[in-house]
């Protein structure tokens, strides 16, 4: 009998944007951060097929302890992995045009296809679950 493989993954990063507490100098509590770093690592624990175990968030950076589902990835239909990224970015016309509904021809067809499973595997990359939590947070920080 073969026992299941699991694969965890620790993960300390630092996240400039997710800087929490007062700063000495102006006196300003960025505190409200810590909230935006929780509700994003919410949104895209929904999304990716990388389950947040346990996080903490600390001043300066942040600890997370990630599981990566290879099975629910490889199961995801075509439609689900679109729909999942496509809540994150707006996707090429090809795809816009999928998703209404219109008729395609093979050839973007298979482009959407060829698409899809760009997106599959980056729905389990780490580098790419840290880019969409990152990017999101300094946009919020420097807005």
Not at 88 to 93: D, E, N, Q, V
Not at 104 to 127: H, K, P
């Amino acid at each position: 009998m073969r026992t299941p493989r699991v694969f965890r993954q620790l993960l300390t990063a630092r996240i400039p944007a997710v800087v929490c507490g007062e700063d000495s100098y102006t006196g300003q509590s960025d505190e409200h951060r810590r909230d935006w770093f929780i509700e994003r690592l919410a949104t895209l624990n929904e999304i990716f097929t990388i389950d947040v175990c346990a996080y903490a968030v600390m001043s300066n950076h942040c600890h997370l302890v990630l599981y990566t589902d290879l099975d629910v990835q490889r199961r995801l239909s075509m439609d689900e992995v679109i729909n999942r990224w496509c809540t994150l970015y707006r996707g090429p016309a090809v795809i816009q045009r999928y998703l209404a509904g219109d008729a395609l021809n093979e050839f973007e067809l298979a482009a959407v296809s060829s698409i899809a499973e760009t997106w599959r595997s980056r729905l389990g990359d780490l580098s790419w679950f840290m880019r969409c939590l990152n990017e999101h947070i300094a946009r919020q920080a420097n807005a």
